[in-house]
């Protein structure tokens, strides 16, 4: 289940419908929402079609002291996890279909059959480094972090030398194999090493649990929704997200992660699921960092414009005051790629002796 925590994509960049501005009422300079539009004016045709600039309730504060939510102004980011059927175009989800099995065919020659492939050598080779399972752990999450988020730093300069789509190729055909052989391990391994605590016969736990593992997979990146950017059938792009989940915090997927960590480390209670959190805490901690400056990089002033008005500790800016939501936040929530989600958490945890059984299959 970790699969959807480990790896980011990218998502649909539709939005809310807009509200036509009464724009002579407006006084002040707002930042443009992407560095490639022209400045903005008080024409609405003066924004390009990258991200249609809208407007909504005001989620940031004109005033800290005496606040005026009901003032409307420009969203500057896009809206998250947004989803219209009828945009959709068959042609492309039939492209989708055809890549994810190409895809699926290739990771399993080249990865998955101990037959053909290399992740049993690979797993092999990280664990002769040292009999301990939880220093192989550690070093498998390592490998795919150092390659994931470097990866991830070079994406300007990848799409400026081979496009955007050859570019989002080669992240994913070499973060997939490596996320796949973490899991596996993970599953594999989970009950070695030294047992610390044993809190599965506690009445209650299991319950806990399984609702903050459920709930973990609601704080999801929004990129990840796009699955037709991360099959490169769209051209992929570097979003600038700032409804929905991105309300609650800025970095989601790190908060998802975190709690998926606490709840799997304090229901097997030993040392290898310990070292495992304490990787992937870490890699999602940097890349919290990495996601900022980068995005930063890439939108300016529109980047710190959302900043402010959101945090990365979950409800921080909405306690402060800098974020007020909307009177109808929970329809940011209502939307098909939630829906699939809550299906397929559900769905995998009841998988969950299928996908062990096929782990231990593969003796990684």
């Known amino acids: 289940?970790?699969?959807?925590?480990?790896?980011?994509?990218?998502?649909?960049?539709?939005?809310?419908?807009?509200?036509?501005?009464?724009?002579?009422?407006?006084?002040?300079?707002?930042?443009?929402?992407?560095?490639?539009?022209?400045?903005?004016?008080?024409?609405?045709?003066?924004?390009?079609?990258?991200?249609?600039?809208?407007?909504?309730?005001?989620?940031?504060?004109?005033?800290?002291?005496?606040?005026?939510?009901?003032?409307?102004?420009?969203?500057?980011?896009?809206?998250?996890?947004?989803?219209?059927?009828?945009?959709?175009?068959?042609?492309?989800?039939?492209?989708?279909?055809?890549?994810?099995?190409?895809?699926?065919?290739?990771?399993?020659?080249?990865?998955?059959?101990?037959?053909?492939?290399?992740?049993?050598?690979?797993?092999d080779a990280v664990s002769a480094v040292s009999g301990s399972p939880e220093v192989a752990m550690l070093m498998l999450i390592l490998i795919f972090a150092t390659v994931h988020s470097g990866l991830a730093s070079l994406r300007d300069?990848?799409?400026?030398?081979?496009?955007?789509?050859?570019?989002?190729?080669?992240?994913?055909?070499?973060?997939?194999?490596?996320?796949m052989s973490t899991i596996v391990f993970f599953i594999n391994h989970r009950y070695d090493g030294s047992q610390l605590w044993q809190l599965q016969g506690v009445p209650g736990v299991h319950e806990a649990i399984w609702f903050a593992n459920f709930v973990s997979f609601f704080f999801l990146y929004p990129s990840t929704f796009n699955l037709l950017e991360v099959a490169a059938v769209d051209k992929p792009k570097m979003h600038l997200w700032e409804t929905g989940i991105i309300r609650i915090t800025r970095h989601p997927q790190m908060v998802g992660q975190i709690v998926w960590c606490l709840a799997?480390?304090?229901?097997?209670?030993?040392?290898?699921?310990?070292?495992?959190?304490?990787?992937?805490?870490?890699?999602?901690?940097f890349g919290a960092w990495n996601g900022d400056r980068?995005?930063?990089k890439r939108y300016g002033d529109a980047f710190e414009g959302i900043k402010k008005r959101t945090s990365v500790i979950p409800f921080a800016a909405i306690i402060e005051g800098r974020q007020v939501l909307p009177k109808d936040y929970y329809k940011e929530f209502v939307r098909l790629p939630y829906l699939a989600i809550t299906a397929l958490t559900v769905g995998a945890y009841f998988a969950h002796p299928l996908m062990q059984g096929a782990s231990f299959r593969l003796h990684w």
């Open 294 to 296: 980068r995005l930063a």
């Open 264 to 285: 799997h480390t304090l229901w097997i209670g030993n040392s290898v699921a310990a070292s495992a959190s304490l990787g992937l805490i870490a890699h999602h901690l």
């Open 157 to 179: 300069v990848g799409e400026k030398l081979i496009g955007e789509r050859a570019f989002r190729v080669l992240f994913a055909g070499v973060s997939l194999p490596l996320a």
């Open 1 to 123: 289940m970790a699969v959807y925590h480990l790896l980011l994509s990218t998502s649909p960049s539709l939005v809310l419908p807009p509200r036509r501005p009464n724009f002579s009422s407006i006084h002040r300079r707002i930042p443009p929402a992407h560095p490639r539009l022209t400045k903005f004016t008080t024409s609405p045709s003066s924004s390009p079609p990258v991200i249609r600039k809208i407007l909504v309730r005001s989620t940031l504060r004109e005033d800290p002291v005496s606040p005026d939510a009901d003032n409307p102004t420009l969203l500057i980011g896009e809206d998250s996890a947004a989803f219209e059927l009828g945009k959709q175009k068959l042609v492309s989800w039939v492209y989708f279909g055809v890549i994810l099995g190409v895809v699926l065919y290739i990771l399993n020659v080249v990865w998955i059959d101990n037959s053909t492939g290399f992740g049993k050598s690979y797993i």
